[in-house]
């Protein structure tokens, strides 16, 4: 079961992210236990975790967000599949810095992308699903982990 400390991992790798990339932080709200379905928005990167731990990590951003964020990048191809590339990537890289606070046990998979689809959330014993709202200038995404 996920500790608080262990979910701050998540809080922090995902301000660091936008202070670094964005060279904007990001503000984070408080984090909250997942009940029934997630909203998700339009693309989402899922990152599958094994080893000692196991479950899901994703983050899951509109495409205005996206645009901006390519933009302070700057980067000025706003296709599909550089959209799909840029959440891949923030996924990636927060469950990347997780694994150096939870050990190499943590296994990490290549991220999967999905666009718009219903995100089911596996639920196993001793599973729970909490969720970091994320607000990056005017817009909201979520950072979903659900571990073991």
């Known amino acids: 079961m996920?500790?608080?400390?262990e979910l701050k991992t998540?809080?922090?790798?995902?301000?660091?992210y936008f202070e670094v990339a964005a060279q904007q932080p990001a503000t984070i709200?408080?984090?909250y236990l997942?009940?029934?379905d997630v909203t998700v928005h339009d693309y989402t990167g899922v990152i599958s975790i094994s080893g000692k731990r196991e479950g899901v990590v994703y983050f899951t951003a509109p495409r205005?967000?996206?645009t901006v964020l390519l933009m302070k990048m700057q980067e000025s191809d706003f296709s599909h599949e550089n959209?799909?590339?840029?959440?891949g990537e923030v996924t990636n890289t927060i469950s990347g810095n997780a694994r150096k606070d939870f050990g190499h046990d943590f296994v990490i998979s290549v991220p999967s992308v999905?666009?718009?689809e219903k995100l089911q959330i596996p639920h196993k014993a001793g599973m729970r699903s909490f969720v970091i709202p994320i607000n990056w200038r005017s817009?909201?995404?979520?950072?979903?982990?659900?571990?073991?």
């Open 10 to 16: 998540f809080v922090d790798g995902t301000t660091r």
């Open 114 to 116: 999905l666009t718009g």
């Open 64 to 66: 205005a967000m996206l």
């Open 34 to 36: 997942l009940e029934g």
């Open 139 to 148: 817009h909201s995404a979520k950072l979903v982990v659900s571990l073991t």
């Open 2 to 5: 996920l500790r608080e400390e």
């Open 83 to 87: 959209m799909r590339d840029l959440v």
């Open 29 to 31: 709200g408080s984090p």
